[in-house]
């Protein structure tokens, strides 16, 4: 049944559109080898590459950007300008038929007819916006980010979206870098759990398939060791720490089939990470045999001259291109100088039809020389679809972080008489987005007013802005005042525009602007309980506002359900369940501050003098309504070998009356190493459902090769005999590494 739907929607599609399906009577055996569709891919590659010039091939490594406002008026001339020749195109349209006809123009206009592949930012979704991925590490749970990436790659799909630069891989340790949003927090093996699930969401079980669309890794590598959190600046990464903390997300994503990577802005220590040979090319393609391809970041390669290491152009295309990149992003230099860096034996033509090879393929693998057109479907069966509404929703609930909960003031009774929502996020649809929220629009969004109002049918709510995000405008403070007067409970909507983090948004500083501050300090003087709400996309300073609130929600930015969730935490429809991939300061001042810092020689002693040495909330720090207790570490044995696994169990119990879900977190550490190794090490985690008044037992399966070993500054896992320290929460238990 489902087979007849399917035939009958391609032959509707061909009869429909004015894009030929391909003649059945054209037998496979009378087609040249790269247009027959049974012959191996490699070999299609292979006799294409044979009958291109070598301008054809330098036009594959080229990617422009068009779809940007256009009109009636200016589209056949925007058109005009696109090369048929053109490798790929940075997509900013919605239209598939835009994209359907630039296609048209590849197919038949150029000589041998080589499709374009069409790209575009969808970082946390197409329309359906999901929470910022920073956020999604925060549910750890990869299975659900899986499937909102498969989602978000249907809709990128059918809008003629074949490859998006996601998902940002940057492990990032100072919340002043607006792009820590885009990733997924300070830890290397989170961010390459979360790395491996988006990758497998966006691509699928085969990228030919016409719901997947290619991944990007992004920024290789290092972009997130930014210095003092600004963007776009030189990084000093060591060998050692490039290759235990800023590397493994990569690896995993490319393990995981990522077709292609990015390389990133930065310098790494020196040598530029779009000039990088050591990077690119031999850890990349040589020792991970990645054989997708590179793509600059967006004038990266022109940018080569800002950072000092070329004098012009052509030496910026020379540096780029024998280094490892593939495709420029933008700025056209490789259009403009291989052919000539090619004829002065400058770039061997071996270079060149090596990356030519790397886009072709993927251009094979996504099938676009056999589909090249997408369907149209009608906009509502596109966008938004209740499944994608339903998996946003729950991927933002479980994103959520309880952060205080004072005398259990949360859940709100459903009862409670009267609700104050106050604060400039009270009201707000767009700022819930987030950065890079592609096609998401605001009107999609419900705030949390709404959303509470929905949520507290029985009780009253009462509405004050208060003040601006930013600002010294303090002239809307009384009406918040007075109405939090009138209130049983205040709930504060405070936070970030969305603007204020992604790409070139680093701030000074990470606590919230004055006027919100002060907002909250003069409603705590009303004495009345006091729930701050918190969207943003970095991890904040609290010091002055968690004293004066008794509940705390972090509830990120959220994307498109808003505020549904947040309200159902309020009022315990939903029990929270989310914990800090990213640890929040006690201030600024006291960044940086990330759970695996190394050792040092005088532990307790050396820490800042006025402030405290903690964090105000550290990694996994996430409450719950159920009360989860902790068993005892159990361990199948305690001396093992190097070539045995373990075993190592904990029973959690919920202690309380209500349904929850815990993450157990898995850490190593290495008391005695020949190298100073961090304090712990997240080596495993695993998030469970567990009924009131019931245990679950969560185990961590250890291979020592994996868990316990470390990478030494080549890149090799060196493993050694000796004592570990594996613990969960505070409980530890210690195995012995025998000697060979
Ligand atoms: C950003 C990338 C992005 C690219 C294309 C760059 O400025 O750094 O993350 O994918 O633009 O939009």
Not at 332 to 339: C, G, T
Not at 598 to 605: G, I, L, V, Y
């Amino acid at each position: 049944m489902k087979y007849r739907k399917a035939i009958i929607a391609v032959i509707g599609f061909c009869l429909l559109t004015e894009f030929g399906c391909g003649s059945s009577e054209e037998k496979s055996s009378d087609l040249v080898v790269y247009k027959n569709q049974e012959a191996p891919i490699e070999d299609r590659v292979r006799d294409l590459l044979g009958r291109m010039t070598l301008e054809e091939k330098v036009y594959q490594l080229n990617q422009v950007a068009f779809g940007k406002h256009m009109t009636a008026n200016n589209i056949g001339g925007e058109m005009a300008k696109v090369s048929p020749l053109i490798g790929s195109i940075i997509y900013v349209n919605q239209d598939p038929n835009l994209r359907n006809d630039l296609q048209k123009k590849a197919m038949e206009k150029s000589r041998l007819g080589i499709p374009i592949i069409f790209a575009n930012d969808i970082i946390h979704g197409f329309k359906t916006i999901y929470p910022i991925s920073l956020a999604q590490a925060c549910s750890w749970n990869p299975e659900l980010v899986e499937q909102a990436c498969a989602m978000a790659a249907k809709e990128s799909k059918v809008s003629g979206i074949d490859w998006t630069f996601s998902p940002m891989v940057d492990v990032a340790r100072d919340p002043r870098w607006g792009r820590v949003a885009e990733g997924y927090g300070e830890d290397p093996y989170t961010n390459a759990v979360f790395s491996k699930a988006s990758v497998k969401g966006y691509q699928g079980n085969d990228l030919a398939d016409e719901n997947s669309i290619a991944a990007c890794l992004k920024h290789y590598v290092g972009y997130g060791a930014s210095e003092g959190g600004q963007d776009y600046i030189y990084t000093e990464i060591s060998k050692q720490t490039l290759w235990d903390t800023y590397l493994p997300s990569f690896e995993a994503g490319v393990n995981a089939g990522a077709a292609t990577v990015m390389s990133g802005f930065n310098d790494i220590s020196g040598v530029p990470a779009s000039a990088n040979y050591y990077t690119l090319t031999e850890i990349l393609k040589e020792k991970w045999e990645m054989d997708g391809f590179v793509v600059s970041d967006w004038n990266s390669v022109k940018q080569l001259i800002n950072q000092g290491v070329a004098g012009s152009d052509k030496e910026a295309t020379l540096k780029a291109i024998n280094a490892g990149v593939d495709m420029d992003m933008a700025d056209r230099l490789y259009l403009d100088h291989i052919s000539d860096l090619v004829k002065e034996n400058k770039v061997s033509i071996n270079r060149v039809d090596d990356a030519v090879s790397r886009v072709l393929k993927l251009k094979f693998q996504l099938g676009l020389f056999d589909k090249p057109y997408v369907p149209i479907i009608r906009e509502n069966n596109r966008y938004l679809l209740p499944e994608y509404i339903s998996t946003a929703e729950k991927l933002a609930e479980e994103t959520m972080v309880l952060l205080k909960n004072s005398d259990n003031i949360l859940p709100l009774d459903n009862k409670v008489s009267s609700l104050a929502v106050l604060g400039p996020m009270a009201k707000n649809q767009e700022d819930l987005l987030g950065s890079w929220s592609a096609y998401g629009d605001a009107k999609d969004v419900e705030s949390i007013y709404k959303a509470i109002e929905s949520e507290f049918v029985q009780s009253k709510i009462f509405y004050a802005q208060g003040c601006d995000f930013d600002g010294n405008d303090t002239s809307g403070y009384t009406e918040a005042i007075n109405v939090a007067r009138k209130a049983e409970v205040v709930v504060v909507c405070l936070g970030e525009k969305k603007s204020w983090s992604g790409e070139n948004a680093s701030r000074s500083t990470i606590s919230l602007p004055k006027i919100q501050e002060d907002l909250l300090l003069k409603l705590s003087e009303l004495g009345k309980p006091i729930v701050l709400l918190l969207s943003n996309g970095r991890p904040l300073d609290l010091s002055r506002l968690a004293p004066l609130s008794d509940g705390i929600i972090e509830m990120w930015q959220p994307g498109v359900i808003g505020g549904k969730p947040v309200a159902g935490i309020l009022s315990g429809r939903i029990n929270p369940s989310g914990k800090l991939a990213m640890t929040f300061p006690f201030s600024t001042g006291q960044i940086p501050i990330y759970y695996n810092m190394r050792k040092k020689a005088r532990p307790t002693s050396g820490m800042y003098q006025d402030i405290t040495k903690e964090p105000l909330y550290g990694f996994t720090h996430g409450l719950s309504y159920s009360n989860f207790k902790y068993g005892d570490l159990k361990s199948s044995k305690t001396n093992l070998r190097k070539d045995e696994n373990l075993i190592i169990e904990i029973p959690v119990t919920n202690a309380s009356n209500v349904d929850g879900a815990d993450v157990v977190h898995w850490f190593v550490s290495d008391p005695v190493c020949s190298i100073s190794r961090p304090n712990k090490e997240l080596k495993f985690f695993e998030k469970k459902s567990i009924k009131a008044g019931k245990t679950e037992v969560f185990e961590f399966h250890l291979n020592p090769i994996r868990d316990l070993s470390f990478v030494d500054s080549s890149g090799n896992k060196i493993l050694e005999s000796g004592e570990y320290h594996i613990s969960v929460d505070n409980k530890k238990i210690v195995i012995n590494l025998l000697e060979e």
